[in-house]
C-alpha cells in the first residue's frame, strides 16, 4: 500500500522559507517521477517542481514563478522527497502536496500540508 506523508507547512512571514518533506512507504521517489503541487480551495491541483531519474542522470523542473525561489531535492537512502522554499510571497499560501506518478498508473498523493505566508 503507497502512503505520502507531507509534513513541514505552516506559517511564515514574506520573505522567509520553509522546508516541506514528504516521506513515502510502498513506492520509491528515485524510481518515478516525483514532484510538489499546490492547490487552492476550488482550484485545479497546479504542478510546481518535479524530479525524476534516468539510469545514473537527475532531472529536475520547475514552474517558472518558483524558479530561482524553491528547491526540490530527494534522498533515496531516506526515501523522502523536500522542497525548500525561500523567498516566500503571500502569494505562495496553498496547500501544498508531494504526489509520485508511476508510468502507466495514476499518480498517488499525500494528504496535503497547508502553507501560509503572510505579508
Known amino acids: 500500500q503507497v502512503q505520502l506523508v507531507e509534513s513541514g507547512g505552516g506559517l511564515a512571514q514574506a520573505g522567509g522559507s520553509l522546508r516541506l518533506s514528504c516521506a513515502a512507504s510502498g513506492i520509491f521517489f528515485s524510481e518515478n517521477f516525483a514532484g510538489w503541487y499546490r492547490q487552492a480551495a476550488g482550484k485545479k491541483r497546479e504542478w510546481i517542481a518535479g524530479?525524476?531519474?534516468?539510469?545514473?542522470?537527475?532531472?529536475?523542473n520547475y514552474a517558472n514563478y518558483v524558479q530561482g525561489r524553491f528547491t526540490i531535492s530527494r534522498d533515496n537512502e531516506k526515501n523522502a522527497l523536500y522542497l525548500q522554499m525561500t523567498s516566500l510571497l503571500p502569494e505562495d499560501t496553498d496547500v501544498y502536496y508531494c504526489?509520485?506518478?508511476?508510468?502507466?498508473?495514476?499518480?498517488?498523493w499525500g494528504q496535503g500540508t497547508q502553507v501560509t505566508v503572510s505579508s
Open positions: 524530479i525524476t531519474s534516468v539510469e545514473m542522470n537527475s532531472y529536475i
Open positions: 504526489g509520485v506518478t508511476p508510468i502507466g498508473i495514476q499518480p498517488y
